[in-house]
Every structure is written in structure tokens, then in C-alpha cells.
């Protein structure tokens, strides 16, 4: 029978924590050093923070204006059914102007800038939300008390399960948002485009007769109805 017997060094129990908060530390240091993009930990929680409420506000817009050109070819449809040409008429100049109607409403439609050539999709997006954070918001008055206090509840659990992963994690959900943003600011952009052009035709229009005008206006969302950017979201289920 072998009898093993441990001797202990006067002062190896500190040692051995000291090492152990050394190890920690190292870890540490590992999980909350700058990523590949020099951000450090406090800096990519902040482009989190910004890229979600910048999406928040997109959404808006993108659903808002999703919705006038939905309702425009439904109103559009159901016209075809009226067969005096001066009501259809008249129909037609009244349900082209509710949606131009958006592009006077500056708060309703944010405006987002064109993409250079150059320009990475990362750049690209914090350049747009850059211009969104500096726009006012659609019925945006002066929030009760209770509302700034559950929003800052609510802040405060969304910094505190960031501050639970590493500095890594939080860069990788910061691209997934950042290429889900990135999708949804150039479908924005095309149905923007397509209103801000609607208004512009419907505007020229103006100077021909009536009955050329009436064609005119069929044409008019005719062409929307048919455009690419229309039909990529025209059939999307709203949540």
C-alpha cells in the first residue's frame, strides 16, 4: 500500500489564486479586446443600439409606403367596374392623390441617400442612419412619464444581454442587422422612387384634356403595377 502525501508550500494557496485571477483576466481581455474592425466593446454595443432603432424607424416608412401603392391597385381594380369614364376619372385623380399626398408629409417617408459606387454595404447603412437619426419622427410628441420609464426598462435589458457576450457575438449580430437593413433600404428605396415618380407624372399631366389625361392616369399605375419593385413586395404577408 502506497501512502501519498501532499505537502503544501506556505503561501501556494495565493499563488494558485493569483494565477487563477490572472487566467480571468486574460479571458477577459480576450472576450472584450477590439474586433477586426478596431470597435471596441462599448462602441459596437452603441452601433447595436443604432442599427435597431434606425430598422425600427425604416420599418415604418417601408410598410407605410408598401401599403399606399397596395391600396392604390386595389381601389385601381375596383374602379374597372365603374363604367362612366367621369367618375372613373375623377376615381382615378382621387386615389393617385392619397399617395402622392405622402411625398408633401416630410415626417411620413424618410428620405435615405443613393448608394456610391465605392461604397461598402456597411458604410452605406450607418451613412443612412446617420441622415434617419437626424429626421423627425412621424407623431412623435411629448412622452408621458411612464412611457420614458419602460422605455429605459426596456434599454436597460437590451444593454444588459449585450454586455453578456463577447465583443465577437455582438459584432456578428451587428452584420446580420446590418445586411437585413441593408435589403430593406433598397426595397424602400424602389417604392420611394416609384411615388416620388407617380407625383411627378401626375404633376405633368395636368396640362392635357381630359379624356388624354384619363389614359394618362390608367398608365400611370398600370406601370407601378408592373414594375419590379412593386411586384418583389406587393405580395408580402404583413406580420
Given at each position: 500500500m502506497t501512502l501519498v502525501v501532499t505537502i503544501l508550500v506556505p503561501?501556494?494557496?495565493?499563488?494558485?489564486?493569483?494565477?487563477?485571477?490572472?487566467?480571468?483576466?486574460?479571458?477577459?481581455?480576450?472576450?472584450?479586446?477590439?474586433?477586426?474592425?478596431?470597435?471596441?466593446?462599448?462602441?459596437?454595443?452603441?452601433?447595436?443600439?443604432?442599427?435597431?432603432?434606425?430598422?425600427?424607424?425604416?420599418?415604418?416608412?417601408?410598410?407605410?409606403?408598401?401599403?399606399?401603392?397596395?391600396?392604390?391597385?386595389?381601389?385601381?381594380?375596383?374602379?374597372?367596374?365603374?363604367?362612366?369614364?367621369?367618375?372613373?376619372?375623377?376615381?382615378?385623380k382621387a386615389m393617385i392623390k392619397e399617395v402622392i399626398r405622402l411625398e408633401t408629409q416630410y415626417w411620413t417617408l424618410v428620405d435615405i441617400p443613393k448608394q456610391e459606387k465605392q461604397e461598402t454595404v456597411p458604410?452605406?447603412?450607418?451613412?443612412?442612419?446617420?441622415?434617419?437619426?437626424?429626421?423627425?419622427?412621424?407623431?412623435?410628441?411629448?412622452?408621458?412619464?411612464?412611457?420614458?420609464?419602460?422605455?429605459?426598462?426596456?434599454?436597460?435589458?437590451?444593454?444588459?444581454r449585450l454586455e453578456n457576450m463577447t465583443t465577437s457575438q455582438i459584432e456578428a449580430e451587428n452584420t446580420q442587422m446590418t445586411n437585413d437593413l441593408y435589403r430593406l433600404l433598397k426595397k424602400y428605396s424602389g417604392l420611394r422612387n416609384l411615388i416620388r415618380q407617380l407625383k411627378i407624372e401626375y404633376t405633368n399631366a395636368k396640362i392635357y384634356p381630359m379624356v388624354l389625361r384619363y389614359t394618362m392616369l390608367k398608365d400611370m399605375i398600370k406601370d407601378i403595377m408592373l414594375h419590379p419593385d412593386y411586384m418583389e413586395v406587393c405580395h408580402e404577408v404583413d406580420a
Open positions: 503561501g501556494s494557496t495565493n499563488l494558485v489564486g493569483k494565477f487563477t485571477q490572472s487566467v480571468r483576466r486574460i479571458v477577459q481581455d480576450v472576450k472584450d479586446e477590439g474586433t477586426a474592425s478596431g470597435q471596441t466593446k462599448e462602441e459596437v454595443i452603441e452601433t447595436n443600439e443604432r442599427l435597431r432603432a434606425v430598422r425600427i424607424r425604416l420599418d415604418e416608412s417601408y410598410d407605410t409606403a408598401k401599403k399606399a401603392l397596395v391600396t392604390l391597385m386595389g381601389k385601381y381594380n375596383d374602379s374597372k367596374s365603374v363604367h362612366n369614364i367621369f367618375q372613373r376619372y375623377n376615381l382615378l458604410a452605406f447603412v450607418l451613412r443612412a442612419c446617420a441622415i434617419m437619426e437626424k429626421t423627425q419622427k412621424s407623431g412623435e410628441g411629448v412622452k408621458t412619464s411612464a412611457k420614458l420609464a419602460e422605455e429605459a426598462q426596456d434599454k436597460r435589458e437590451r444593454i444588459e
